[in-house]
């Protein structure tokens, strides 16, 4: 649509209009790579961000400019660009303009032309033409090529940019480099600010075609989940298990991982982010699998922790009761409107400190149980595995964030960590990821019962 950015009111008024396209296939089957449809969210919602995005910018410009296509690996979008489009094509760029600039039109999408269908080579994309204005709901949709003469003049005008960032000194050796330097050829004086100072705020609260997403994409981490309980057993190696989890995660639809695959067995359980090796798996360790399927661009974020043998030894049980009940006992200290994560880490903290285990640490001596908390309790998530926002604001509803407490004693060979994806609702957490036991009793029944299958 051309024209003036209607208001919040007036996108939300056309929503039954601006609806996402059914998701239909071609004569190959596929659906059409890199239309909006993949994202299941209405048009209006992405209306409605780029509107909020324009108020928030004033008299600014916003040009956002996506990455290219790899020879090799499926493409995924820069998640600030498809949080705004829903566009998922390789080489996209939107920009956004106040009122009364000499694009003439409130956002412009631009997209470089591949035609239709699949090629020899490879996937093509949505291209730019009334299609893709029909797909997207944005007008106009222009060439790639056209784009920095179109906006050109825009550039003039523009006291400030907002882009994909790195900006000033750390956008050095990035792609953002090279943005910023046909910026400043155009207008020296135009201050250039990181899009994120606007957009992060915004990517906090879920709509609940994300918080759909979301669930998607922790039912696909759950069936990774389920596939490495059956994989796990004295003489596995941890590739193995990873990749019944990639068959789990391609099972439920999810294209691609949120993040490698962590799974650390023995001592490597102890170490936080392990990605698999062909370390072969031994009866009487640990192995801690956190993994996170993505769908739809949102990302699931799970960790179990498995006796490698089937059982927990009593002090294994012990120590792995704890973590279960401080992740308990967090998820249901959240009060919307109050708390922050910073208060749920400090909770946590305080509930291993005051526990009557002990442990010792690396010189010997025995210790509290928070001095094997080497990490923080909860991170946001969304697009991104860990997602953009403030580590300090108040939990309001509609975020989501992870639970994770977890201790790692060395000496003992012990790496513990139990994490679920929770939402904020008017009452509390609700957890993303139900129907995965946590517990050890179920952690164990659910290993027996895949052994058997």
């Not at 995005?53 to 916003?62: E, F, K």
């Not at 000499?102 to 093509?124: D, H, I, K, M």
């Not at 400090?346 to 080497?374: I, N, Q």
Request: charge should be neutral; aromatic fraction near 6%.
């Amino acid at each position: 649509m051309s024209g003036r950015a209607l208001g919040l009111s007036g996108l939300l008024l056309v929503a039954a209009a601006l609806t996402v396209p059914a998701l239909t296939r071609g004569a190959d089957g596929r659906r059409p790579a890199g239309d909006p449809s993949y994202s299941g969210q209405p048009l209006a919602d992405f209306a409605a961000r780029r509107a909020a995005l324009r108020r928030a910018a004033g008299d600014g410009m916003v040009m956002l400019i996506g990455g290219p296509a790899h020879e090799e690996g499926k493409y995924r979008p820069e998640s600030n660009l498809y949080y705004l489009t829903g566009v998922s094509a390789p080489s996209a760029a939107l920009v956004i303009v106040p009122p009364d600039d000499p694009l003439n039109a409130n956002a412009a999408l631009y997209l470089p032309p591949t035609g239709g269908g699949a090629t020899r080579f490879g996937e093509t994309y949505l291209s730019p033409g009334p299609d893709a204005v029909e797909a997207t709901g944005i007008d106009p949709v222009h060439r790639l090529w056209d784009m920095w003469d179109e906006i050109t003049p825009s550039i003039r005008k523009a006291p400030r940019i907002y882009i994909l960032g790195p900006v000033g000194e750390a956008a050095r050796y990035t792609p953002a480099a090279r943005t910023i330097d046909r910026i400043r050829a155009i207008n020296p004086d135009a201050e250039i600010l990181d899009v994120g100072r606007l957009i992060n705020s915004m990517r906090l609260k879920k709509s609940a075609a994300e918080l759909d997403a979301l669930r998607a994409a922790g039912a696909a981490t759950i069936e990774g989940m389920e596939g490495a309980a059956r994989s796990i057993r004295p003489d596995a190696t941890e590739l193995t298990v990873e990749g019944e989890i990639l068959a789990g995660f391609r099972r439920k639809g999810a294209a691609r991982e949120g993040f490698p695959c962590i799974v650390g067995s023995g001592p490597n359980a102890t170490v936080l982010h392990h990605t698999s090796s062909d370390r072969v798996m031994a009866a009487g360790e640990f192995v801690v699998v956190d993994i996170g399927a993505e769908v739809r661009c949102f990302s699931g974020d799970v960790t179990r922790t498995f006796p490698v043998s089937g059982k927990f030894t009593p002090r294994q049980r012990q120590v792995y009761d704890l973590v279960l009940a401080v992740q308990r006992a967090v998820s249901e200290a959240v009060v919307p409107g109050k708390t922050t994560l910073g208060d749920l880490n400090t909770l946590a903290r305080r509930l291993f400190r005051e526990s009557p285990l002990r442990a010792k640490g690396d010189d010997g001596t025995e210790r509290t149980m928070d001095a094997f908390f080497a990490h923080s309790i909860s991170h946001w998530l969304g697009m991104d595995v860990h997602d953009v926002g403030s580590m300090g604001a108040t939990l309001e509803p509609g975020m989501v964030f992870t639970i994770e407490p977890g201790l790692y004693i060395p000496g003992e060979g012990i790496g513990i960590r139990i994490e679920d994806d929770f939402a904020v609702t008017d009452r509390g957490a609700e957890k993303l990821t139900p129907g995965l036991p946590s517990d050890a009793a179920g952690i164990e029944k659910l290993m027996r019962s895949k052994r058997m299958r």
